[in-house]
Nanobody, 125 residues
Framework: QVQLEESGGKLVQAGDSLRLSCAASGRAFSSYAMGWFRQAPGKEREFVAAINWSGGGTYYADSVKGRFTISRDNAKNTVYLQMNSLKPEDTAVYYC??????????????????WGQGTQVTVSS
């Protein structure tokens, strides 16, 4: 399994930008499909964005489309989530996830086999 560690979460104001990072260690990073999820207080974990092994394919939740961008740097074993025009409703703990040996784009949380501990993003109005 791969170990994942998120960073970059903090308190920001509405309209600000923030970039989250997820560093992976373990088996070959390029063998993994990657995704970002989030969980707000009292709500279920929800899909945010996903990226395929090469970075050439991405997919976004409607709620973040046009504002968030997922990317990866396989040489640095890192996946990023660039978040622009943040809204209070983006407040959540953000998790990255990995599925080994999948060259597609993975949307379902149940398909991922490795998860990070999460990083808190708080957007004030």
């Amino acid at each position: 399994q791969v170990q994942l560690e998120e960073s970059g979460g903090k308190l920001v104001q509405a309209g600000d930008s923030l970039r989250l990072s997820c560093a992976a260690s373990g088996r070959a990073f390029s063998s993994y499909a990657m995704g970002w999820f989030r969980q707000a207080p009292g709500k279920e974990r929800e899909f945010v964005a996903a990226i395929n092994w090469s970075g050439g394919g991405t997919y976004y939740a409607d709620s973040v489309k046009g504002r968030f961008t997922i990317s990866r740097d396989n040489a640095k074993n890192t996946v990023y989530l660039q978040m622009n025009s943040l809204k209070p409703e983006d407040t959540a703990v953000y998790y990255c996830a990995a599925e080994y040996n999948n060259r597609g784009i993975v949307v379902l949380a149940s398909k991922y086999d490795s998860w990070g501990q999460g990083t808190q993003v708080t957007v004030s109005s």
